[in-house]
């Protein structure tokens, strides 16, 4: 057996040999990857090639089934992590056929940032200009994405679209669920949205081959992915064959007047003839944006813990600079002792002129048209009880604002991102309840760093 760096479970070695190259000989195992499938690596060199698809079933069957007790090992068909190698988050399609409901659900999971063996994924997270989606735009123009999550989904859709289609008619799958946490939920978030227009551009013969399928995503403290862009600029409407929207079609309506004046006078141009003829022109896009809107309620729910700021990012910048500020304070006052009296007005003196210049002021206002588009399940702890509380709220407008707490710590907002779904206690649901977190269940906060010790959902 040879154990891999960085890894828990030793591989079985099939074959083993040596050749010469260059003048220096090398030395190759032939191994068995999680699930059966063979690998070839040059004794010391043990990272996999960029993007190879892995057969991990026997690995998830034993999760899912012997550690978790979630599912029949039976019921597992299929599982393929889908290497992204050391610059991309990695993608794992999961397959499992209740064999007592009848539901064939297949599973798509993307990996959350792993900045220690990932550097780059930080820069996929930070990379937060709105763009048109590619995956979409011809069918919800006004449903505008983070650039970064878009890229990386666009990627994965290019590479991994056709297996999916072939899965779901292979399985019959009624059920295509996209989840993950952090940077894993963005994407899965994104992937929602692209397969909903991928559905909607399709023909009425191959909607109806898929009509039974339920699109959900379900995701764990993830960032504000969507972004709807002002109207008054933005608004898309049908003049004969093109598309215009309102700058565009006055500029064209004053260019048409300009070259109509032939006998060298120019009476001036009258913008209201033209914004009248705009008035009169057929609306683009609003309807199925609404569709996608009430689809998103209704389908998708993203779990957050107290305060944790990957959820409040970018959209809600009063709650994220109040945040860090806490936490430049607390993590300071952690590693320089000797400064603790000055650390409040030093750190705040620093952040002011970081945060709140003009620019950056500027920037946070646009940045505030970022949004979920989703249900969010919240979850506090209570100290006193030694339990957590949950609630549903309807929007971010509707989320909790920053409150200041003298035991709040840098620590305490890295622990409110991991806790969900990491120190979850699964137990059975019912399919239709799976949105959501079970009554049952048991979220366990091991430690909070705030001393409040081990809190249990009763």
Known sequence: KLFLPEETQPCRVLAEGEVETEGTSKKWVQIEVLGGTDAFLWLGDHEFLQNPKIDILSAVKTRL?????????????????GCGGVLSPSVLSVMICDSTTRENTLYMVWQGTMSDKRPLDLIIDLAAAPVRAGLWDTVYPYLWVHSGFHAKVQNDFCAHKNTILK?????????????????????????HVGALAEFAKMSDEAKQQLSQ?????ITFAAPMVFFKPDMRVWE?????????????????AEAQ???????????????????????DLERVGLEEQKQVEAELKNNSVNHLFDKDVVPQLPGRPKFFQLALKMAARSAVADHVKSWTDKIPETVDLVCDKALDINALQKSFKELERFSHLCKLCHYKAC??????THEEVESECSMPEWQDDPGDTWQY????????????SFSSAEPSHLHSLHSDTNPTVDTLCRGIGDLKLS
């Open 167 to 191: 899965l779901i008619k292979n399985y019959a799958v009624t059920r295509l669920v996209f989840t993950g946490h952090s940077l894993g939920g963005a994407l899965a978030r994104v992937a």
């Open 257 to 279: 007047y300009r070259a109509k004046c032939t006998d060298g006078k120019d009476a001036g141009f009258e913008p209201k003839h033209a914004e009248k003829a705009w008035d």
């Open 383 to 388: 100290p006193d009880s030694g339990s957590i």
């Open 236 to 252: 898309q409407r049908k003049s004969g064959d093109d598309i215009v929207t309102k700058d565009s079609w006055l500029m064209e």
């Open 413 to 424: 907002l890295l622990t409110c991102h991991s806790v969900l779904p990491r120190n979850i």
């Open 213 to 217: 399928v339920d699109i959900q995503s």
């Open 65 to 81: 089934n012997k550690e978790c007790g979630l599912v029949e090992r039976a019921d597992i068909k299929r599982a393929v992590y």
